[in-house]
């Protein structure tokens, strides 16, 4: 459909509104600072708001207050409309299409196209004319007027809207200075330099890996998968609930917020404030979530890098934060945390969780290779190998059963949040020992798992955490599932074990160099039968991309 159509159809459905000197204007208080209004077609400057209204219709075929009328739209929808419209004719489509489909869904458009851009702060002079001049299917049909009970409903609108504008133009004030401050501090973008790869005149463009692993949790999808994990939730809930005396009063920081749950709980449990960060656009639905639970004096949302922020205190008492990854370390959201507590935490300030432990045992099940890995090779009689991702190079996440799991676990790293350094969260290698707890025909893999530990103060060990969840395979399913690093016996000497027979071996973890999110485990190990020769030793590197 053309976008005459779209305006064509429009105007049948709902008459333009008329931009007189009527009543409904005179309500508009004026704000204390000096308003200037910035044509959509960005050549001119209006100081009052009635006129931006008439240019917008007369020159773009916008009109903003029809378009409120008929598609019902409240604070978030008119967001999106006026930064869409600004970007479209931007980029040249004078007349833009303005149909709801266009620029409601999604969360694109929450984010100002133009910069301190006062009609964003006028949501809700636009929202009140527009209630004013909407044609009322509530009226009453013998006299026409409106009953007492639609008008008094009307008001507990009005009054909700005016409520919910003034909250998100404080918020967006707050962003615009951030930014603004971010940028001074950072001072101009570095120049690109011309290398042998740019002889055609072009910059290789490198990828942004932070861009693609925030992105990643822009979405509702994957923090409902972690909002119904009830082991990790109801495990953050319980030590807070559980502990009040110790949010009483105090200063939080919510490291990665993703939806605010966890800064929800804090201000519940009487938290004073609450800093929530998140670098993704989830954040814009934290701000909501917060708002409408009531919490926006208590809670207040940050867009942005922690590492890139200046917090609006100087320390905190408390840092709260999810941040484990698959095999713990995967994503490296810990670094972010450490970088946090340095920065950020008073020197008798609390770190939730408290501890942290990564696990390995063995593996060996011939039920699981043939799900994961035979299928493929004859799929009713065909060769679909090709389907097959790589088993032997990747780590597989996905739930093993206990009866997989030939072996107890052994610590490979503990993890005690308030002292530990960045640097020990890479290693070349840890030692360990599994015993076999029945014979082994052939060792098949490792599987690697995490504990996670609260403890009330900074000085108790793991041992005096009265709340604590495990991922492993034992346990409780959570979304974090586990770790599972298959052993190619094509390159590895297959090794079977006796009951009570030792594999001893060493684990390291490092960061990818192109992508440090990335995480490569290489494991090394030999059997107590293999003889001390080098070559015995069998060793296999899996990544995490």
Not at 151 to 162: A, F, P, S
Not at 215 to 223: F, G, L, P, V
Not at 282 to 289: D, S
Request: aromatic share 8%; hydrophobic share 35%; proline share 3%.
């Amino acid at each position: 459909m053309s976008t005459s159509d779209h305006q064509s159809e429009s105007d049948d459905a709902l008459e333009p509104t008329t931009l007189d000197d009527g009543d409904e204007w005179k309500d508009i208080e004026p704000e204390d600072f000096s308003t200037s209004f910035v044509s959509f077609g960005g050549n001119t400057r209006f100081s009052d708001l009635k006129d931006f209204l008439q240019d917008a219709k007369k020159n773009h075929g916008v009109d903003l207050l029809a378009l409120t009328i008929r598609h019902g739209l409240e604070t978030y929808g008119m967001i999106k409309l006026i930064n869409y419209v600004r970007e479209q004719v931007s980029q040249g489509p004078f007349r833009p299409d303005v149909s709801p489909e266009t620029f409601l869904e999604g969360d694109r458009y929450m984010k100002p196209f133009m910069d301190d851009d006062a009609l964003l702060y006028s949501i809700d002079d636009i929202l009140d004319v527009a209630n004013q001049t909407a044609p009322s299917s509530a009226k009453d049909s013998s006299n026409g007027r409106m009953s007492d009970e639609d008008v008094q409903e009307l008001i507990k609108q009005n009054h909700q809207l005016r409520e919910q504008v003034k909250y998100y133009r404080n918020a967006y004030q707050e962003a615009y200075l951030e930014n603004l401050d971010l940028k001074e501090r950072k001072g101009p973008e570095p120049k690109e330099h011309s290398t042998d790869h740019a002889c055609n005149g072009k910059q290789p463009k490198r990828k942004d890996h932070d861009t693609h692993y925030f992105s990643s949790y822009d979405h509702s999808d994957i923090h409902e998968t972690m909002l119904r994990d009830s082991v990790r939730t109801d495990a953050y809930r319980d030590f807070i609930y559980e502990n009040k005396n110790l949010f009483a009063g105090k200063v939080v920081l919510d490291v990665g917020c993703g939806s605010g749950i966890l800064s929800l709980f804090c201000a519940k449990a009487g938290a004073a404030k609450v800093i929530a960060v998140d670098n993704s656009s989830i954040i814009n639905k934290a701000r909501e979530i917060v708002f409408v639970n009531g919490l926006s004096d208590k809670i207040q949302c940050l867009s942005g890098k922690i590492e890139e922020l200046i917090l609006p205190v100087k320390q905190v008492d408390i840092i709260v934060s999810e941040w484990m990854g698959y095999c713990l370390m995967y994503e490296a959201m810990l670094d972010s945390v450490l970088w946090a507590r340095n920065h950020y935490l008073a020197p008798d300030g609390l770190m939730i969780p408290s501890h942290a432990t990564l696990r390995l045992s063995l593996f060996a099940d011939d039920d699981e290779i043939a799900d994961k890995v035979t299928y493929w090779s004859s799929v009713y009689g065909f060769d679909m190998s090709c389907m097959l991702a790589r088993p032997y190079e990747e780590v597989d996440i996905r739930t093993v059963k206990p009866k997989a799991v030939p072996s107890r676990s052994e610590i490979i790293l503990q993890l005690p949040l308030h002292t530990i350094t960045k640097d020990e969260l890479t290693f070349s290698g840890v030692d360990f020992v599994l015993e076999a707890e029945r014979d082994i025909e052939e060792l098949q893999g490792f599987v690697i798992h995490f504990d996670i530990a609260f403890a009330a103060k900074r000085e108790h060990d793991i041992q005096e955490a009265k709340v604590t969840f495990s991922t492993g395979p034992s346990g409780r399913e959570t979304h974090w599932q586990q770790a599972l690093a298959l052993i190619d016996t094509s390159t590895a000497k297959a090794a079977s074990l006796k009951k009570g027979e030792q594999l001893r071996g060493s684990l390291g973890l490092r960061k990818g160099d192109e992508n440090s999110r990335d995480l490569e485990v290489t494991i090394n190990w030999r059997t107590e039968s293999d003889t001390a020769d080098s070559e015995s030793t069998s060793q296999q590197s899996w990544w995490m991309h």
